[in-house]
């Protein structure tokens, strides 16, 4: 148990996949304007992440090692992606209309988003069980959603304030990002 919590805390907080690992940077760069988007959009890589994680595992596990294939992995892993991507666009077209049309062309980019494809080869990297790495994925989306709704929380203060025209835009949100990859680099000292 007190792997899976360290497993965990490192993967959400010490090495989180946006700030330290710089994974899912045009998600968390293109989603962040506001708080309600970038939750959604955390919380649709929460689950792809997860399920990602679960299906891949069992996939190299129980298919590609004892068949010999590993060779494979990187294919297979982006077929299962995209598959749950698509479960998951036609999910909240179905459910969630008005997060559907907010996310817009983000949602469709999960399934390039290099950071579900990172954890996941992390994941047989690594070693993990399957269970390990389910817990290695859900921690990862929870970093990368706790990450995107921070940067959205604080793009949306930002834009009430008298920013000087050469930071206004992109360089203020890229300066944003690089303190709160030095904020995120404190929890380094929980190892």
């Not at 649709?44 to 997860?50: G, R, S």
């Not at 077209?93 to 817009?104: S, V, W």
């Not at 030095?182 to 000292?189: E, K, M, P, R, T």
């Amino acid at each position: 148990m007190g792997n899976l919590i360290a497993i965990a805390v490192g993967s959400a907080f010490i090495n989180n996949v946006v700030l330290s690992q710089f994974l899912g940077i045009c998600p968390f760069l293109g989603v962040s304007r506001r708080v309600k988007t970038a939750a959604g959009m955390g919380s649709a890589v929460v689950f792809v992440i997860t399920l990602a994680s679960f299906v891949a595992g069992l996939i190299y596990q129980y298919l590609l090692v004892p068949l010999h294939i590993t060779y494979l992995q990187t294919i297979v892993f982006i077929l299962v992606i995209a598959a749950l991507v698509q479960f998951v666009e036609m999910f909240l077209k179905k459910k969630m209309k008005g997060l559907y049309q907010a996310l817009g062309v983000y949602l469709p980019l999960i399934t390039t988003n290099c950071a579900v494809l990172g954890v996941v080869i992390l994941n047989v990297t690594k070693s993990y069980t399957i269970l390990q790495g389910v817990v290695n994925g859900f921690a990862t989306a929870v970093g990368f959603l706790i990450s995107i709704v921070i940067m959205a929380g604080i793009r949306e203060k930002i834009e009430y304030n008298d920013i000087p025209k050469p930071f206004q835009g992109m360089p203020i949100v890229l300066i944003t990002a690089g303190l709160m990859a030095i904020a995120f680099f404190g929890f380094s000292g929980l190892k």
